[in-house]
């Protein structure tokens, strides 16, 4: 799928995304829930499949424009709310041109 390939092509600009927004969302830190968002220990399987979901949704929302059903509200909406030069660098990146 060109999801799949477009997260690894850009891979860094997705990290960089994700951190981004838990920055940008002073909840996330203050509750202990950056592990939520992929951001963490890459050893930690959890930690992983977190990264791996808000990922592709983040590639959904800011790359393809579609809908995101797959993750919670609360991460949806911080990732909604990323800083627009981590999404522009990210569109740049993927080659998106919404």
């Known amino acids: 799928r060109a999801s799949v390939a477009?997260?690894?092509?850009?891979?860094?600009?997705?990290?960089?995304?994700?951190?981004?927004?838990?920055?940008?969302?002073p909840w996330v830190a203050k509750f202990g829930a950056t592990q939520t968002f992929g951001l963490g220990e890459q050893s930690d399987p959890y930690v992983r499949l977190c990264r791996a979901e808000c990922m592709l949704a983040a590639?959904?929302?800011?790359?393809?424009?579609?809908?995101?059903?797959?993750?919670?509200?609360?991460?949806?909406?911080?990732?909604r709310d990323a800083p627009s030069e981590a999404v522009a660098a990210l569109r740049k990146a993927a080659g998106g041109v919404r």
Do not use: I, N
């Not at 477009?6 to 969302?25: N, S």
């Not at 590639?59 to 990732?79: A, I, S, Y």
């Open 59 to 79: 590639l959904v929302l800011h790359v393809e424009g579609g809908r995101v059903d797959f993750v919670d509200e609360e991460r949806l909406e911080v990732l």
């Open 6 to 25: 477009a997260a690894a092509t850009a891979a860094e600009p997705l990290g960089a995304l994700l951190q981004a927004a838990a920055d940008a969302a």
